[in-house]
């Protein structure tokens, strides 16, 4: 017998060993353990009394003094050591399952070493197990030892054979799910993943565990997955790469895209029988990240300059390593700005996940860092987001502005020697058309090159072509436009053209490539110079040309006479004269179009003047299969003084005027008449609707007529808005709301506007929003409605306060706030809740300060919302004058006013971020914002 002293002490030592392993506060994934050794299988061993070892056969070798703990079902802490070794004897180890008193001193001190010598190579390394399952490796040691193999118990030398449904694993291979909250946590596909049962308390005993898989509250309507009873009572299952952990959570192995759910962990707790259960909401992650704006706690903005190889920190993190388990995911805001584009991936385990499409441009730098090398985008947002034991996911986000080329650049035209000087060319007395090539090359961000001329004394006709590229290797642009002109009058002689470069990148745009066309007369005989060019109905041929006219014509007359009086003839060319093709003179159609040719605030010299841009655009693929429906326009380009955009922080060049078909034929110049509604649609295209019908026009100014009005059969439309592509949301009278389909010409049904009480709907505005939701204003029952995309009535909300008029939708952060219209006010709203349970609240109330304003009052019009600002036009006193406001799109603050001037001007709005419409009753032009102002 051994003293009860020493066994005091013995014991005395183990209690001093546990209290340690608490302070380690070790985990499941640092230990290592058996993926399909349930701990009822221990239990029922210990109960038998039967001293194997959990049903795996090992061979062992000489030092077998750990093999007990080897037996065991994952060692957590070295009181679950010191329990499981308990149950799982080893005779190796020579511990009976149920220790005599007599041997207990024995067993424990026994137990002690087996205990504490495991427990320490896991709390101060990392173990990972080579590929063929025989030998685990040191994978980090502790200060700045080399990383060494070493032998399972001896420590190790074990060669195990692997039941079929058991295999080893080790540091890593599980890991714990990316928390991004309590209740919420991603996977990323391909890994494995274990995530614990949050209803059962430490230490806790329960006789059933469930995992079920679905989002309905009634649990009859979920998957079960898995199924473990304590003890094992024949029932259990688990479906495929599904399993139990020893601390009755469950396990995915591998995860793939299909396990994004909410899992639910159910149990019955002894000794009450009392059923429990909690959940967590899953979300497996590929090649993009979720846009979770409520982990965004950090945004910075950067400039980088394109001729360096860039890199930018993390600001979640130091720059120097931690001792912390960290995964940390670099990610780029997508084009669409719906999710993050995953570029790389380090994981606590030490993982790392590379995303081929940014291979060799993207990349880890450091401990925390992402090195750049290309860009696609002139603004680009990055961000970190950064998953710690303990902690939510945070995100960081750097908005990434890429600086324009520090070098110089200026246009060339071929064939010209010199650079900005000017050249001479030298034309024929006869030459009726011209062509000259202008370009820039190794600029950006891209440039626009811009045609124009002086010193003409008659206006020249031409039209021009633009053309870009880019060079991959260092993100630079080469930019070529080219200049034809036709029917050149003999009054040219002396005429500059200039070709002039626009762009951040261009830092003088006062310097333009330049040329002086002469026109030789007919006796001179010195050389000349000559450029030739080839254009829909050109004629280049000069005084060849008018010899061949000259010769062919009375034969060409000749043969027709003959045709003319012969009777066959004669029927022949009238039941045929339909389809006798004509040749494309569209010079002659756009040349009929008359141009101010003004100065305008602008150009770059008194003299120098904008011509008349005739652009003739074939159909993209696109548009191939209504290219017979479609009329090709002529977009006049020639500047007005009456119309202009006034703004203290940039320049808006005038880039023409819309005309439509009708123009060609009539003496309106537009082809408008009482133009009612401007809408900007996909792809940078426009809608006017007047009181002909609807004129469609492409980003490429290709147009097509509509009759709207017949398909109505009225004219009794109240608002209109875009829905989607191709299509229009239109409300009529009593609150009725229909889509009408651009291109087929159809009207559907979309939903109605409830009528408020006893009182008639009077619709006041539409607004659609990016996801879909629909509101529409009944200014007569005070009140707005929220419809879905499908056109089911979600909501309606009254205003009593306010006659709802003009409406905008903003969402933030997956909450939906719109801004409301009403006499000489601006309100925002927000929403919060789900659909049909979303509730309302008033969130600001927007007080122009009336120092901004152009006049004495305030009378808002039609809004709208871009990025962050909120888009307010103000009607002033003078009718040719308009205000812009932009204000703050969260609090109301002043940003920025643009003052709109045109005679008879009814309205504003933004094609895009850089392009505005100005339109009048019969008018409708362009203008496109240019560099900034200089200071």
Known sequence: MIPATQQQHVLSQLHEGNQGSEKIKLRAKDCVYWV?????????????????????????????????????????????????????????????????????????????????ELQSWMTSNKLRMNPDKTEFFIASLLLTSNISKISLLTLMALKFTLLSRSRLVSFGAYEEPLQVSQKKAYLQTGHAYQFPCTVIRPGESVSIVFWLRGESLDPALRDVILRQAYPNDGLNFALDRYQISSSYGIIIDPVNMTDTNRYWCKTVRKPSNQFVEDYLDVTVVDKTFPKDNDSIVEETSVSLSIESENTIQCPLLPQAPTETDTT????????????????????????????????????????????????????????????????????ACIDVTWLALATERRPTILDCSSTGEGCEVEISPYQNCLHFECSINEVYPKPTLIWSYTNCKESPTFFTTLSSGKNETNDVFHVQSNVYLFDLQKSLNGCSLLCTAHGEAIPDQTKPASVIVTRLSETTTTQMVTSTCTCPGCNCSGFGFTLFVTIVSPVVFLLITVMLICPKSQQFIQNHVSDIPTLPWFHEQCTNLETDNLETENQSSSEERQPVETSFLMPSTEEQKTASEKKDVCLKNGGSAEVDLTDVHFIWNYIGQLVAEAALQEDNMSGFEAVMEVISIQEGGVVIIDSKGLHLFTAEYHYRFINLYGAFSDKGYICVAYFTKDKLLFGLQWGKLVIFDIVNEQVTNFGSVTPVKDKIVRLNGIAVGSLGYVLASDENGKAISIFDHEGACLKRFDTPSVEPGSLALHFRKETLSFFVTSGQVVRKYHTWGEKRQSKIYHAHHFDINKETLEGKEFKPGYISVQEDKLLVVNHLHDPEVLQILQLNVNNGKFLHSIIARAPGIRGVKFISGDRIVMYTGDSVHVLQKGSPKQK
Request: overall charge negative.
């Open 36 to 116: 399909e050794k349930i701990r009822s299988e221990v239990d029922n061993v210990a109960s038998a009394g039967t001293p194997i070892s959990a049903g795996t056969p090992i061979e062992h070798g000489d030092n077998n003094r750990l093999c007990c703990t080897m037996s065991c079902f994952e060692p957590v802490t070295v009181d679950e050591l010191t329990s499981l070794v308990m149950k799982c004897p080893s005779k190796s180890c020579n511990l009976d399952p149920m220790p005599m008193p007599g041997d207990a001193v024995c067993a424990l001190l026994r137990l002690s070493q087996c205990v504490h």
């Open 328 to 395: 940390v995911y670099w990610s780029i805001l997508t084009d669409n700005d719906k999710h993050f584009g995953i570029i790389f991936a380090k994981f606590a385990n030490g993982d790392t996940l590379s995303v081929q499409e940014f291979a060799g441009t993207h990349g880890p730098e450091g401990n925390n860092g992402l090195y750049i090398k290309s860009f696609k985008r002139r603004d680009e947002v990055y961000c970190c987001h950064v998953f710690e034991e303990g902690s939510d996911l945070r995100t």
